[in-house]
């Protein structure tokens, strides 16, 4: 009964802390560790607190009688100890890899759920639409340029946002015609300064998964009451993508502060499906200023071109 309360004890110690916080977090040592010390534990304590003499005894019609151990008495326990330790453990690994596989499973749903409503933003398609609509009643000579981005912008949403993984160089066109068109918008107060800085190459990104931090720049960061401040670098090295977002912080109209923080939590998820182990997001906020840095180890496409072959 001892041995099978131990077994018990090790059952939810597995289910809720081992499986969970080491061995799906990837703490493979941590969690061989814990699995070591729970089966020596559950195979030594047993015969540790009873009398040695009292395993040579069993219960027979309510009487004691003697039970000589077999010859091999060690091995005889070591291997009933380890069969119903690793019962114990296959059992509830099977139940909370189920478990984990639906969380999982429910989280990409999320995510995909809100990277599709995403993928157009009303507001800025509307403001968009009155800067052009300005931009023509003046007569400027921007306005055609405007429509040929704002064009190309709802282009690439329908035929390559769908997409698992695009090119970064039109990841990359994206973002800055985006950023040109929110510049039309933008007044004399506003200190801006957008850079890319390497090569795209044949470098892959899954789509729409940089400009939620880029909204929120100009989300947070621009009110025509007030001295604005945005920054805005991309660099491309080798295979890792570099993002940092700065803005300084302004008065905001109440609509903005309801939709920024589900975009950056529908972003954080896609980057755990997406890019698990290769990418590093850090947000620093104080009450003057928001930064965003992320980078992210880049597909490439040759490379996966030539294992898809491969494994064909």
């Known amino acids: 009964m001892i041995s099978y309360a131990l077994l018990l004890g090790f059952f939810y110690a597995q289910m809720y802390f081992f499986l969970p916080r080491l061995f799906f977090k990837k703490r493979y040592g941590a969690f061989i560790l814990c699995l070591t010390g729970s089966f020596l534990l559950c195979a030594l304590l047993p015969i540790t607190i009873i ?8 219960l027979s019609h309510g009487n004691f009688i003697p039970n000589p151990p077999p010859d091999n008495k060690q091995i005889f326990l070591f291997t009933r100890y380890l069969f119903q330790f690793l019962v114990v453990a296959l059992f509830s690994y099977s139940l909370q890899l189920n478990t984990h596989l639906k969380q999982a499973e429910q989280a990409r749903t999320d995510a995909e759920l809100g990277y599709l409503k995403a993928q157009i933003n009303p507001h800025f398609l509307f403001n968009t639409l009155n800067s052009i609509y300005s931009l023509a009643i003046q007569g400027s000579e921007a306005t055609a340029d405007a429509v040929v981005q704002l064009s190309s912008m709802m282009r690439y949403i329908l035929t390559e ?10 990841e990359v066109e994206y973002i800055s015609n985006y950023i040109a068109l929110q510049k039309t918008r933008l007044s004399d107060n506003v200190c801006f300064d957008f850079s890319v800085e390497g090569q795209t190459g044949q470098k892959r990104i899954a789509p729409l998964l940089l400009i939620p931090f880029i909204e929120n720049a100009f989300k947070y960061g621009v009110n025509p009451d007030e001295d604005c401040a945005i920054d ?8 890792e993508l570099t993002l940092d977002v700065y803005n300084k912080k302004v008065k905001l109209r109440a609509e903005h502060n309801e939709s ?10 896609r980057l755990d499906n997406l890019y698990a182990g290769k990418h590093l997001l850090q947000i620093t906020e104080d009450a003057s200023s928001y930064h965003v840095q ?16 491969i494994s064909a």
């Not at 946002?161 to 039109?170: G, Y």
């Open 51 to 58: 009398p040695a003499h009292f395993h040579h005894w069993k």
């Open 294 to 309: 992320l980078k992210i180890t880049l597909n490439d496409y040759s490379n996966s071109h030539r294992r898809r072959a």
């Open 260 to 269: 920024s923080k589900v975009g950056i939590d529908n972003t954080r998820k």
């Open 161 to 170: 946002a769908s997409k698992d993984f695009v090119d970064l160089a039109k």
């Open 232 to 239: 805005i670098r991309l660099r491309i090295a080798a295979q």
